[in-house]
Nanobody, 120 residues
Framework: VQLQASGGGLVQPGGSLRLSCAAS????????MGWYRQAPGKQRELVAA???????NYADSVKGRFTISRDNAKNTVFLQMNSLNPEDTAVFYC???????????????WGQGTEVTVSS
């Protein structure tokens, strides 16, 4: 199983970006999907998560600005980021809980990270 993240880049304060992460390989089911970020000198933190049923959870710092969504048919998770500010600068990682052959062998998989820089 591989997770391929894309969509990062340089954006001005107040701008928007949309991250995508697609899973490929032998996949039976995908449970939770999420986005984490790690800023320079800081620990990795959860940004947003979405369950298979569509329930979402956000870090307080991004509520009202970021929206997580998923396309189950395409094994893909998205993160729409609006009103970006310099404090959002980080490497963003996607995460999925994937069962390769059944729901009982589910474990965490991580994407390679995509860099988001918010600067004027």
């Amino acid at each position: 199983v591989q997770l391929q993240a894309s969509g990062g880049g340089l954006v001005q304060p107040g701008g928007s970006l949309r991250l995508s992460c697609a899973a490929s390989g032998s996949i039976f089911s995908i449970n939770d999907m999420g986005w984490y970020r790690q800023a320079p000198g800081k620990q990795r933190e959860l940004v947003a998560a979405i369950t298979r049923g569509g329930s979402t959870n956000y870090a307080d710092s991004v509520k009202g600005r970021f929206t997580i969504s998923r396309d189950n048919a395409k094994n893909t998770v998205f993160l729409q980021m609006n009103s970006l500010n310099p404090e959002d600068t980080a490497v963003f990682y996607c995460n999925m809980v994937i069962g390769r052959y059944s729901d009982y062998d589910a474990k965490d998989y991580w994407g390679q990270g995509t860099e988001v820089t918010v600067s004027s």
